[in-house]
């Protein structure tokens, strides 16, 4: 007999973008971090951590940081959910919403792979529905695939295309269930589905901490719903998701909201600088919304490409599926950064 449910004897986990192997230097442009540093506002509130703040719990709602999100965004304090990362929140969703083949999870593909293990876990059936050729929105499959929740990342990952607002209208409009929009890269994008939230009563917004705020090693995210859809939601979450160090430093970070903006901006210059880079040695690159770009090689040799760089001290994650045959996903890294990538590239040829 297995020590586990059939479920998890049956799933393959999620396997994140490797870590460099201690003590060795690498330019790690695998798992679209920040290549710029947090906000010294928030380097200087891990200061205010006293003896006092660790030994006692957190506060379970997070109430300052969710203060500083209303202030920051203009949604009420009330309207904002807390997790250990953007990832704590879909797994809450998917805990308190899916089950079985009753309540499926939907989502268009290629997408964020975790949508799958998170369904896998609960267990949960999942609808995976391909995007249109130029990444259209299938909204009439998506729609008809009945979901209790249907997961739409918005920059989309890996393919870096944003869905129109019309679009996520009409999905809000048309299913029964839960829309959750997940905007993690929404800090290099163009606009936010957020408006929509006040629309209908199934969207939740997810964001994250983790890319525009440089803040990936404190495991930071929020959604934005209204307070009866995050009702539900409320009774699923672990009581101290977020620990103090986070409610501190999460705080600051989202107060200095000029700070985000400006290192946003140097990623979204250097990420056309990277494509016209790319595209002159022979890539197919389309255009990205996230930081974060997704290039084919010329001579359909993706993965060989990797593993060179990688020998060469680059990390970069390849794919290569359904949707995404042969392929790299860089994340913009410094100026300084992408010329080393853009060197090797060169040399490999
Ligand atoms: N959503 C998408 C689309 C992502 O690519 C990521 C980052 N891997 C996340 C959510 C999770 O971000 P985090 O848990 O760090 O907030």
């Known amino acids: 007999m297995s020590y586990f449910r059939p479920a998890i004897d049956a799933m393959t986990g999620y396997v ?32 205010t951590i006293d003896s006092d703040s660790l030994r006692r719990y957190p506060d379970p709602f997070a109430h300052e940081f969710c203060q500083a999100v209303s202030e920051a965004i203009g949604v ?8 250990n990362g953007s990832d704590d929140v879909l797994n809450i969703l998917i805990r308190a919403c899916a089950e079985g083949r009753d309540r499926k999870v939907v989502y268009p593909m290629p997408t964020y792979v975790l949508y799958r293990t998170l369904a896998a876990m609960q267990p949960s059936e999942t609808v995976e529905v391909p ?12 729609v008809a695939a009945n979901g209790a929740v249907t997961f739409i990342a918005s920059p989309n990952s890996p393919s870096g295309h944003s869905v ?18 997940d905007e993690a ?22 964001r994250t901490l983790s890319k525009g705020y440089s803040l990936a090693g404190l495991r930071l995210g929020f959604g934005i719903a209204n307070p009866k859809l995050l009702s539900g939601l409320f009774k699923v979450k672990d009581s101290y998701n977020i620990d103090a160090v986070a409610i501190a430093v999460g705080t600051a970070a989202m107060r200095d909201q000029e700070y985000k903006n ?11 600088r990277l494509i016209h880079d790319l ?20 001579k359909g040799n993706a993965e060989e490409i990797y593993l060179k760089l990688k020998e060469s001290g680059i990390l970069v994650r390849y794919f290569n599926q359904a949707g ?20 090797q590239l060169t040399l490999i040829g």
């Open 324 to 343: 995404l045959a042969d392929k790299l996903r860089i994340t913009v890294g410094t100026d300084e950064q992408n010329q080393a990538l853009y060197d």
């Open 76 to 83: 009420p304090k009330d309207w904002v959910i807390v997790g």
């Open 279 to 298: 595209k002159n040695i022979g890539y197919t690159v389309p255009r990205s919304y996230g930081n974060f770009v997704l290039a084919t090689p010329p």
């Open 164 to 181: 129109s607002l019309e679009d996520l209208r009409k999905l809000a409009q048309q299913v029964s269930g839960i829309v959750a929009i």
């Open 16 to 47: 994140p973008g490797e870590q460099p192997k201690s003590g060795i230097k690498v330019i790690k442009l695998n798992t679209n971090e920040n290549p710029y540093p947090p906000s010294p506002k928030a380097i200087a509130a891990l200061q």
């Open 131 to 142: 995007y249109g050729e130029n990444f259209e929105l299938p909204i009439e499959q998506l």
């Open 185 to 206: 890269y929404v800090d290099f994008a163009e606009y936010s589905a957020l408006p929509l939230v006040q629309e209908f009563d199934n969207v939740i917004v997810l």
């Open 262 to 272: 400006a290192n946003a901006n140097k990623v979204k210059t250097s990420r056309s």
